[in-house]
């Protein structure tokens, strides 16, 4: 007897040693960083949810690895990000990060269809090109190193435009508050005049039929990693012209032809995904409040957007979401109802069909299934092609099909007698193919069917710079 107590206390000494260990606290001594050519060290270390002194139990290492990982690859600043731990003496761990940082200047050339989807302008405006703005944008993503971003467009075809933004994410040494600039100007010979059964009507001129600016300035707050608050001033004029006024007699509130005003914004938003640009775990919450001051013509406008992702196996996650908006309108006119099939307020297989009210919701499921993953290689075996390739970034997409199934409704105050779709319950359903790759391109190829009947299959997403 005596002979087996000796080893069985052996072993659960050892065994309470190794728990200890495992659920012990080590300390962050170091973390170095390498791969960030532009971005500041800051910027990098703003997304971590430790930092050198922080003091984590053994076993969360890995769990907090993933989530920087996850954190620096949502900057939409790196192609990739590698997060490993190393334990020195047993009470001190060294962090070591590698990021590959992205192209940040693109001097792209603009081409881009005026409808508000692909779908749209192909079939229902037989991709005229006449309906196309194109020009080119000057894009400068982490200009400084600091995740700030520049743009400058020069645009014509559809609408002529001007553009310039600017936004600063981080003006204290604490990295909490930032602020943006932005200017338009623009004019267009084609206007969205009204809506007749469901669908846009638009009114075309030789010449231009409406023209505006607006100037905004943006100030941003970031309490931790996934809370931000924002706070946008504008102001703004748009005008149309006498044709355009006899067409739509109620497209201003004011029902003239121009209408100036100053509006407010506030936003809020929790956002805890894996990836943002296409994700399949986590929550998101997004509220904003909208105001425009314009004489007796003011408009108040809320949204709530929730997001839910859930893996349910390692190749298969389901995603929720819920997305309400509620206008309070002066009075009637056109522009303001503009409500479902605009902005966020999207559903599949109606992408036909816009519906004009006061107050609308969206809920929506969504099955993903992973079919597989394709690697671009870099060998080609032709000389000047591999040396090219070699500079270029891994390119891998993953192939996702995904089933869906979507409920909505639309208030309106003043229904149109020609409306099908206002004052009922909208349902939809379908499956798709989901392409993701490198610089946040999602492209979405859904096949749909609505109560109405209409089947179509139907073309979404982009890529990210």
């Not at 930092?51 to 600043?77: F, W």
């Not at 192909?122 to 194109?134: E, F, G, I, K």
């Not at 997305?323 to 002066?330: C, D, L, M």
Request: hydrophobic share 35%; proline share 3%.
């Amino acid at each position: 007897m005596f002979k087996l107590f000796i080893p069985t206390c052996l072993f659960v000494l050892v065994f309470v040693g190794v728990q200890v260990k495992a659920n012990g606290q080590i300390t962050i001594a170091h973390i170095d960083i390498e791969g960030n050519t532009r971005t500041k060290p800051y910027i990098i270390l703003r997304e971590l949810p430790y930092q050198v002194g922080t003091v984590i139990s053994m076993d969360s290492i890995s769990s907090l690895n993933t989530l920087a990982k996850q954190q620096l690859i949502n900057t939409s600043l790196f192609t990739d990000a590698q997060v490993t731990a190393q334990e020195t003496d047993g009470h001190n761990l060294n962090i070591k990060i590698k990021v590959t940082e992205r192209w940040y200047f693109f001097p792209l050339p603009y081409f881009r269809w005026v409808d508000r989807n692909l779908s749209e302008w192909w079939n229902t405006q037989h991709h005229s090109l006449d309906r196309v703005n194109y020009g080119i944008n000057f894009r400068q993503a982490n200009a400084t190193g600091n995740n700030d971003r520049l743009t400058l467009g020069l645009i014509t075809g559809y609408t002529q435009q001007a553009v310039a933004r600017y936004n600063f994410p981080y003006l204290d040494k604490k990295l909490k508050f930032g602020m943006g600039l932005g200017w338009q100007y623009f004019t267009q010979k084609e206007l969205n005049t009204s809506t007749f059964s469901d669908k846009q009507v638009f009114t075309k001129t030789l010449s231009t039929i409406q023209s505006g600016y607006r100037a905004n300035i943006n100030l941003s707050y970031r309490s931790n990693l996934y809370e931000r608050h924002g706070v946008q001033i504008g102001i703004g004029n748009s005008e149309i012209t006498d044709s355009a006024l006899l067409v739509q007699p109620n497209y201003f509130p004011n029902h003239g032809k121009s209408l100036s005003y100053f509006d407010l914004s506030y936003t809020y938003s929790k956002i805890k995904f894996d990836y943002n640009a296409y994700p399949s775990e986590g929550n998101s919450a997004e509220f904003g409040f909208y105001q425009r001051f314009s004489g007796s013509n003011n408009l108040s406008s809320f949204q709530f957007r929730k997001l839910h992702a859930h893996h349910i196996s390692a190749n298969n996650f389901y995603l929720l979401e819920s997305n309400s908006q509620v206008k309070i309108v002066p009075n009637q006119n056109y522009m303001d109802s503009r409500l479902m099939g605009y902005g966020t307020m999207q559903m599949n297989g109606f992408e036909y069909y816009v519906i004009d009210g006061n107050a609308g919701t969206i809920a929506k499921a969504e099955w993903h299934h992973l079919l597989g993953s394709y690697t671009v290689p870099k060998k080609s075996g032709i000389g000047i092609v591999d040396r090219f390739n070699k500079h270029l970034p891994e390119i891998k997409y993953q192939f996702w099909l995904k089933a869906f199934t979507n409920l909505g409704y639309a208030y309106s105050q003043y229904p149109s007698n020609a409306s099908k779709l206002s004052n009922t319950l909208l349902r939809s359903a379908g499956v798709g193919l989901d392409v993701i790759s490198i610089y946040d391109l999602v492209i979405k190829i859904d096949y749909s069917v609505n109560q109405l009947g209409d089947k179509g299959l139907y073309l979404h997403g982009g890529i990210n710079f």
